[in-house]
């Protein structure tokens, strides 16, 4: 079973960017077929912030699209999340997994966006 560990949030002033990592072991993410980030809102459902899957394709919930991209660096077996324009309500805890997801969830990493 692949264990997930994200990393590269923080505390960002509205327009700001971030760079999130998702560091996989247990399963090489270049067979892994589709990969996502997801993320809580406080008081909020997990949602799906977007996936990317090993053709290239990529696809990007309406909320983010345009400000947000996914990337892969096999040879790192990791995942990245970049993230632009950020705005207050991006903040949550942001995780990855595969899509669709396993029960495995990482710790998740927080990301708060101040306006």
């Known amino acids: 079973q692949v264990q997930l560990v994200e990393s590269g949030g923080g505390l960002v002033q509205a327009g700001g960017s971030l760079r999130l990592s998702c560091a996989a072991s247990?399963?090489?993410?270049?067979?892994?077929?589709?990969m996502a980030w997801y993320r809580q809102a406080p008081g909020r459902q997990r949602e799906l912030v977007g996936v990317s899957r090993n053709r290239g394709n990529t696809y990007y919930g309406d909320s983010v699209k345009g400000r947000f991209a996914i990337s892969r660096d096999n040879a790192k077996n990791t995942m990245y999340l970049h993230m632009n324009d950020l705005k207050p309500e991006d903040t949550g805890v942001y995780y990855c997994?595969?899509?669709?997801?396993?029960?495995?969830w990482g710790q998740g990493t927080q990301v708060t966006v101040s306006s």
């Open positions: 997994n595969m899509h669709p997801p396993g029960n495995n």
């Open positions: 247990g399963r090489i993410v270049s067979i892994i077929n589709a």
